[in-house]
């Protein structure tokens, strides 16, 4: 299995644009989550997705943040406009959430490194 | 919403020394998820605990989850080169898929 896997792994971009971070699941999986990582604030879960539908995306900075999930095997976390204090470490992770209560394992991919000059 | 304390913030060892970070609510947990980052890696995942009291171990790492589920640990024996990394505990909020992530512990190893 590839595992979860994300694009761009690094972006650098100026102040004003938009970025786009793109992350496919592992294949199976039903859950999927969205992280930012810095410095100061740790790990933050931006939203997350259950069979494709966000479920909490209380995480979310604001609106210029913005994430979908249209199939199974993709999903997108926009940034429009890009500031300076979005540069972060963006994770994706993805799970399989059964029957059961006990959540399973997430599986984060490598993250994108976004850099907002 | 609930807070995840993870304690020290930073530890430096040397090596063969051991090493243990605390995690603590004061709240009921959930169940724990521990998990690991090297540096400038992604988090990856170490064991879960879920029952009152549980004790799980992997080689030289030592997982403890509190009686009253309000804390857990990590241990680890005779620290390695290897163990560098941030250690992060995180909760799985009742009812949920959402985990709740601890701010880490950061270790580094001398060697």
């Known amino acids: 299995d590839a595992g979860v896997i994300q694009s761009p792994r690094h972006e650098v971009t100026e102040m004003g644009q938009e970025v786009t971070l793109r992350c496919k699941p592992i294949?199976?999986?039903?859950?999927l989550f969205w992280y930012r990582q810095t410095m100061m604030r740790g790990l933050e879960l931006l939203i997350y997705f259950n069979n494709n539908v966000p479920i909490d995306d209380s995480g979310m900075p604001e609106d210029r943040f913005s994430a979908k999930m249209p199939n199974a095997s993709f999903s997108t976390l926009k940034i429009q406009p890009s500031e300076p204090r979005d540069s972060a470490v963006y994770f994706c992770?993805?799970?399989?959430?059964?029957?059961?209560?006990?959540?399973?394992?997430?599986?984060f991919g490598p993250g994108t490194r976004l850099l907002v000059l | 919403g609930q807070q995840v304390m993870q304690i020290p913030q930073y530890q430096h060892v040397q090596e063969g020394e051991d090493f243990t970070t605390y995690c603590n609510s004061s709240t009921t947990l959930s169940n724990i998820q521990w998990y690991k980052q090297r540096p400038g890696g992604h988090p990856v995942f170490l064991i879960q605990l879920v029952k009152s009291g549980e004790v799980k171990k992997q080689k030289r790492l030592t997982f403890q989850f509190g009686e009253a589920k309000k804390n857990s640990s990590l241990h680890i024996t005779a620290t390695q080169t290897t163990d560098v990394g941030t250690y992060f505990c995180?909760?799985?909020?009742?009812?949920?898929?959402?985990?709740?992530f601890g701010k880490g512990t950061k270790l580094t190893v001398n060697p």
């Open positions: 992770a993805s799970c399989f959430v059964g029957g059961g209560w006990a959540q399973e394992t997430q599986y």
């Open positions: 995180a909760d799985q909020q009742g009812g949920s898929e959402k985990l709740v």
């Open positions: 294949s199976g999986h039903n859950s």
